[in-house]
């Protein structure tokens, strides 16, 4: 489709988008080196109160440039999915307590579980990163506290909904992870999904989240669509295909207008 040919042009541009990142590699590395010099320097006269310091600058530049490097591998590198089926609402309480830790005592969570939930098709430990990736984005927008919602739930799309462009029609298990917090303004939403989009300081955020979740759910066969709205908070829903798809016995209609990527 065409929204798929846009998608795969920005992975693309993901190589020419590494000359940007490049610059800041190269930012970092400058302050670990002139740190250095100012350690030898400093050596040189003895100041051992002023050394400790500047082994602390090339420190922290040094874990900074890993953390991006690290974040850039983990990004190119082709991602091999293993499918399995998936009990995601038991996913999530395993992972509530880590999150709870990641996200900080001034954010609630609540885990809210649909009846009768069936078993979604995807890789585990992509998907764990995934949730782990949202939630962190919603403790970002909350810098005050607020409310974490993990809901996940049964849908059906079908071409009658709103939200079905390039969805196949099917089952599908809906994770969303909401938020009480900043919300996108539009210009933010028209690019959230794009690799190395980030409104965050160097070193806190490198905009692969989000074009990393699109990439694994939509070779899970799913899909993501964001709703946002300043001020008022953020829902990322993950459309995980549902395990064993096949039978149409219930219809839950969708309406639905959510941002998806452009
Ligand atoms: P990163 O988190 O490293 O910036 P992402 O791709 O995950 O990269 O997100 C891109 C941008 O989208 C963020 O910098 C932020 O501006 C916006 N964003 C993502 N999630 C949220 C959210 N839950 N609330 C508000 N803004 C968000």
Redesign the pocket.
């Known amino acids: 489709t065409e929204e798929q040919l846009r998608q795969s042009q920005k992975m693309e541009a993901v190589g020419q988008l590494t000359g940007g990142l490049a610059h800041d590699f190269n930012n970092l590395l400058t302050g670990i080196i002139g740190a250095h010099d100012l350690i030898k320097r400093r050596l040189a006269q003895n100041r051992a109160d002023e050394i400790g310091r500047y082994v602390d600058i090339a420190t922290a530049s040094a874990t900074r440039a890993a953390a991006l490097t690290h974040r850039l591998l983990a990004f190119s590198r082709r991602q091999t999915l293993d499918p399995k089926p998936t009990d995601v609402d038991r996913l999530v309480s395993d992972m509530v307590d880590m999150i709870r830790r990641t996200v900080g005592p001034s954010i609630n969570i609540d885990v809210i579980n649909g009846p009768d939930l069936w078993l979604a098709l995807v890789d585990p430990p992509q998907l764990e990163n995934a949730l782990l990736?949202?939630c962190?984005?919603?403790r970002?927008?909350m810098p005050d506290g607020g409310r974490l919602t993990i809901e996940a739930d049964n849908c059906w799309i079908d071409s009658r909904n709103a939200i079905a462009r390039d969805f196949e029609a099917g089952a599908y298990l809906k994770l969303s992870?909401s938020?009480t917090?900043?919300?996108?303004p539009p210009d933010?939403m028209a690019?959230?999904?794009d690799p190395f989009?980030?409104?965050?300081p160097l070193g806190?955020?490198?905009?692969?989240?989000?074009?990393?979740?699109y990439g694994f759910a939509k070779q899970s066969g799913g899909q993501v669509r964001i709703h946002?709205q300043a001020g008022q908070?953020?829902t990322?829903a993950l459309y995980l295909p549902r395990h064993d798809g096949g039978s149409a016995d219930r219809r839950t209609p969708i309406e639905d207008t959510a941002a998806m990527p452009r």
């Open positions: 990736n949202l962190i984005n919603a970002d927008a992870v938020d917090g900043t919300g996108m933010v690019r959230a999904f989009f980030t409104t965050k806190q955020g490198t905009g692969l989240g989000l074009s990393m979740i946002s908070g953020t990322v």
